[in-house]
């Protein structure tokens, strides 16, 4: 379905009901799964008669996610083999951490202007915008 039209978009095929036997993908996009909720998948995936292929990242810790941006992605793109819904949500929790240190770093510059006398500043400044336009120039 799209977003914009909640229509349906051209060219998907509804798949086909999952056989028994049939492997299917286990992994965690985002924030990390309890071991005791992981046991408990696995086990009714097996019951309903699946092979179940275990990301690399489903039991890995990266601060509160699970595993790194990288290694999500990576899951995403071998679970889905298309831009879906797991790739573009594993490119957006990329961009929203890039973001977040960004920003942090930003405020740690600010931080450390804000302590220098009023003559440093020009220095400071133009040592900030060199750093910032290196490739530019």
């Known amino acids: 379905m799209s977003k914009a039209t909640d229509a349906p978009v051209s060219g998907w095929k509804k798949p086909g009901r999952l056989q028994a036997g049939a492997t299917v993908g286990l992994i965690a996009p985002a924030s990390p799964v309890s071991e005791e909720k992981t046991a408990k998948a696995l086990a009714n995936l097996a019951a309903q008669g699946f092979r179940v292929k275990e990301g ?65 500043h020009a220095r400071f400044d133009a040592a900030i915008d060199r750093a910032l336009t290196v490739e530019t120039r």
């Open 56 to 120: 690399a990242a489903m039991r890995a810790r990266h601060g509160y996610l699970a595993g790194d941006d990288n290694a999500r992605l990576a899951e995403a793109i071998a679970a889905e083999h298309v831009y879906g819904p797991r790739v573009s949500a594993a490119i957006d929790a990329s961009h929203q951490s890039m973001g977040a240190l960004q920003k942090a770093t930003l405020e740690h510059v600010f931080a450390m202007r804000s302590i220098l006398r009023p003559e440093q």
